[in-house]
């Protein structure tokens, strides 16, 4: 991971929680949307606030069938054709992150929201 950030670090607000449950007591379950294979709702459906956190399985076990059966609400899943899932976790978070950036509007030139930009600048 510190390499995936190269010389990044200084911008990012990373939080380490040593346990699922430490996440859970730091997090509000409110701020939670999580992403699966198995989630019954489409990626584009979701609609995402600000402040809110991404939460994803691991590669190779994916996300726990308790948290995919206890929050249906909020488990989406990246729509792909065919039955052949090959995403990797990294690709999934990309995907992910910017579909709700979108959502957001933020802006590609500052990541700025559009909604927070002098009119004339804002670009949709």
Same mark, same amino acid.
């Given at each position: 991971?510190? $390499?995936?950030?190269? &010389? !990044?670090?200084?911008?990012?607000?990373?939080?380490?929680?040593?346990?699922?449950?430490?996440?859970?007591? #730091?997090?509000?379950?409110?701020? @939670? *949307? !999580?992403?699966? /294979?198995?989630?019954? $709702?489409?990626?584009?459906? /979701?609609?995402? =606030? &600000?402040?809110? @956190?991404?939460?994803?399985? +691991?590669?190779?076990?994916?996300?726990?069938? $308790?948290?995919?059966?206890?929050? =249906?609400?909020?488990?989406? $899943?990246? =729509?792909?054709?065919?039955?052949?899932?090959?995403? +990797?976790? #990294?690709?999934?978070?990309?995907?992910?992150? !910017? &579909?709700?950036?979108?959502?957001?509007? *933020?802006?590609?030139? #500052? #990541?700025? =929201?559009?909604?927070?930009?002098?009119? /004339?600048? /804002?670009?949709?």
């Amino acid at each position: 991971m510190r $390499r995936a950030g190269i &010389d !990044y670090w200084d911008h990012v607000d990373l939080w380490v929680h040593p346990t699922w449950r430490h996440f859970r007591e #730091a997090i509000a379950r409110e701020r @939670c *949307y !999580y992403f699966s /294979a198995h989630g019954s $709702r489409p990626l584009w459906d /979701a609609r995402i =606030p &600000d402040g809110s @956190c991404l939460v994803f399985g +691991n590669e190779t076990g994916g996300m726990p069938a $308790r948290i995919v059966e206890k929050h =249906p609400e909020r488990v989406f $899943r990246i =729509p792909m054709t065919g039955a052949v899932r090959s995403l +990797n976790l #990294a690709t999934a978070v990309g995907i992910a992150l !910017y &579909d709700v950036l979108k959502g957001l509007g *933020y802006s590609e030139a #500052a #990541a700025i =929201p559009l909604s927070h930009r002098h009119p /004339a600048r /804002a670009r949709s």
